[in-house]
């Protein structure tokens, strides 16, 4: 019997990143009492998961409808959402999709098991609107699975056909929204690797953060359910070390590792988890703070004005010299690193301009111009998963821009990630009819590959 100290009117979400465990959470839930729904709208197991799913198709739905209400999905298009969304009047409907869905499933709920006990549900895209579950549900408490993200990406690539740079950044958004969405008396930290180092101990920790006590025998019993044909993708501390994580992908695990509870850090600390480097890029620094004088960006001006008056009269190596001159005055001047960058391409020196471009956005995250060159520069050098980051990364700030989701749709397809792709130049032609290369990149993600 459940027994919680909590309102017993709480309803649990199992949220998390794609490939965290949130399945196999929610079936141990499931196994101490947690209601997911009536049985007939679980989704079945297949080949992507054959332990099952554990998801309310409905809850899925119509989570899946107000993401394309957004126009965006559960991948790299995810929405962004202005503030105080989920009680606009253009959510009413879906408000009252919910409701009568929450009514359903307390209905089922009551009619399925004697006592009462609370009901939950999993679905890692929720991770994507929480609040407007929090807006119709205010009790709800959140279940956080979370995994490394380096076997994340493993996993997710073996599902759907991705990159690590689209894994990753699709990881991080993914706790971003979690933790800015949520409180932390709201939500409880799981991680995937505390079932397999002791399973018995981190679902007792979920079971008294919920307030419920389960006897021994069903706890022992829904442990026994998880089998290490769960654990596809294990790595090793040296393959992690290997991986090429990007430096705030792999903050943002240290810290949400720091919250997981005391049992997930003396398992780091005994290499039980194995935990990820955090090496910074070396690369053109700037120094910590901006020491440039008046008297300097002064200077600096008016050798980046010379510089432009240069390149007016296509005296380019005149130009380049005076740019050079402009940023050691005031190498804290994004646009004057982005232009040194550009001069530096014109004279076919990428490594140069990478660094500079690489420096402007860091300077100006918001210059829209500094990251197309930027990844046009990756595209040149053949590092082309770092070119879709830096696409995704343009298109989350500005969904609407056309050049560059077709630059990312362009990108995917050379990965071989057509699906995305094809999402991608179909946004383009939703939103510029006969658009000539997103309607010729969507024939050619179409068309069957050449036999020779």
């Known amino acids: 019997m459940l027994n919680s100290r909590e309102n017993r009117t709480m309803t649990i979400c199992i949220a998390g990143m794609h490939r965290t465990g949130t399945s196999m959470v929610a079936r141990l839930l499931n196994l101490c009492g947690l209601y997911l729904g009536p049985e007939e709208r679980i989704m079945p197991p297949n080949e992507g998961n054959p332990a099952g799913y554990w998801q309310n198709q409905d809850m899925d739905q119509l989570t899946e409808d107000i993401l394309a209400h957004f126009a965006g999905d559960w991948d790299f298009l995810l929405p962004r959402m202005p503030r105080g969304w989920e009680t606009k009047p253009d ?64 996993s997710l690539g073996r599902q759907v056909s991705s990159t690590n740079a689209f894994s990753y950044n699709l990881w991080l958004r993914y706790y971003q929204r979690i933790l800015a969405d949520t409180n932390p008396g709201d939500r409880l930290i799981t991680h995937y690797d505390m079932y397999f180092v002791n399973p018995q101990g981190e679902l007792q920790r979920v079971l008294h953060w919920l307030g419920w006590s389960v006897p021994e025998d069903r706890l022992d019993a829904a442990c026994h359910s998880v089998s290490t044909s769960h654990r596809k993708h294990r790595l090793t501390e040296a393959e992690l070390n290997e991986a090429r994580v990007p ?31 955090l090496e910074k890029t070396i690369g053109s620094q700037l120094p910590e703070s901006d020491t440039t ?77 500094a990251a197309k060159n930027l990844a046009e520069n990756y595209l040149e050098l053949g590092r082309t998963e770092d070119a879709l980051q830096t696409f995704l990364d343009i298109v989350e700030r500005h969904p609407q821009d056309i050049e560059a989701l077709f630059s990312l749709g362009t990108a995917c397809a050379s990965l071989g990630m057509e699906e995305q792709a094809k999402k991608l130049f179909s946004r383009i032609l939703e939103m510029e009819t006969g658009h000539a290369g997103a309607e010729g990149g969507l024939a050619a993600t179409k068309s069957p590959p050449s036999s020779g």
Not at 113 to 138: E, H, I, M, N, Y
Not at 267 to 275: F, I, K, M, R, S
Not at 336 to 355: C, F, H, I, P, R
Request: charged residues 25%; proline residues 6%; hydrophobic residues 40%.
């Open 91 to 154: 959510m009413a409907p879906f408000r009252e999709r919910a409701q009568q869905l929450i009514q359903i499933i307390g209905e089922r709920k009551r009619l399925a098991v004697a006592t009462p006990r609370q009901w939950g549900w999993k679905d890692p895209r929720s991770s994507l609107t929480l609040p407007f579950w929090k807006s119709v549900l205010p009790d709800l408490k959140v279940v956080v699975c979370l995994r490394n993200p380096v076997e994340t990406a493993r």
């Open 247 to 277: 430096l705030e992908v792999a903050e943002a695990y240290a810290a949400i590792c720091a919250a997981g509870g005391e049992a997930l850090q003396e398992a780091l600390d005994q290499g039980l988890v194995p935990p990820l480097k």
């Open 293 to 369: 004088t008046p008297e300097s960006k002064i200077k600096a001006q008016a050798a980046f004005e010379r510089a432009n008056d240069l390149i007016e009269r296509n005296q380019l190596g005149e130009a380049l010299k005076a740019m050079q001159e402009a940023v050691s005055l005031h190498p804290f001047h994004a646009q004057t690193q982005n232009d040194l960058a550009v001069l530096y391409l014109t004279s076919g020196d990428k490594e140069q301009a990478l660094a500079h471009l690489s420096l402007a956005r860091q300077l100006d995250p918001e210059n829209t111009d």
